[in-house]
């Protein structure tokens, strides 16, 4: 498996894999270097995150096909499911939720626990926020959204769970804690996600910041309102890994 990993100087008692966004197209692991290093620190555990194939060289599902490897590795080389958390941000945290659909299906041991940050869970982009949104989100459009669906899936419909997780029956899945901008386009596949989980009968934890553009919990360290998400991220890996608490 390629990628970084972040290591809390203290020993990690918990891992995380991180699925880097960037619309299935874009983005590489070290473009995620820093919000490792935050999650890693606040929350004591090993983050790890992994390379996976790109769109439109390599359409869906590979990236689902690639997260599933990259967490069985962990899990092959030491890691516990239940110490192990998936995370990912916008098109990554889609991705996550679909790695942890894969496994269920497949019979796996499921993770502790999903974080999302401005989940990309709907390529048909039908959330009613894609409508009142639009006005002032600066960062993400409908538009933009749907090329690069077509990007990833091809001929795939747009509505495949693995690819949409938020049309997947979401019972059976770990808890969820989902952090999305209140002025963003995105903001009802969260919604749907936490709404879907919560149903399933899962905890399900949805946190809206008001005002907050696209990933805005990536901004830690210039933002205080991300530093402060990204807390809440560290305080709920703690309590579904037991990893350590670092100074």
Partial sequence: MHGIAAVPETGPAGSVLYLFGGGYVLGTPASRRKTAG???????????????????????????HDAVAAYRYLLASG??????????????????????????????ALPAGVVTMSAWAD??????????????????TREGLLELARWYLGEQAETDPLASPVYA??????PLLAFVGGDEVLLDDSIRLVRGVGEGGADATLFVGGGMQHVWPT?????????????????????????AVTT
Wanted: charged residues 15%; aromatic residues 4%; contains cysteine.
């Fill in 123 to 140: 390529l048909a982009c039908t959330g009613t926020s894609m409508d009142t949104s639009a006005g002032v989100d600066i960062m993400v």
């Fill in 219 to 243: 901004w830690a360290g210039a933002l205080p309102e991300a530093d402060a998400a990204i807390d809440l991220v560290g305080d709920w890996i703690r309590g579904r890994t037991g990893a």
């Fill in 79 to 108: 890691a516990s499911a239940d110490g192990t958390v998936v995370m990912g941000d916008s098109s990554g945290g889609g991705l996550a939720v679909a790695t942890a659909l894969m496994l269920c299906d497949d019979g796996d």
């Fill in 38 to 64: 935050h999650v890693a620190h606040a929350s004591g555990a090993r983050v790890v995150v992994p390379e996976y194939r790109l769109a439109p060289e390599h359409p869906f599902p590979a990236a689902v």
């Fill in 169 to 174: 029956d979401l019972a059976g899945l770990p």
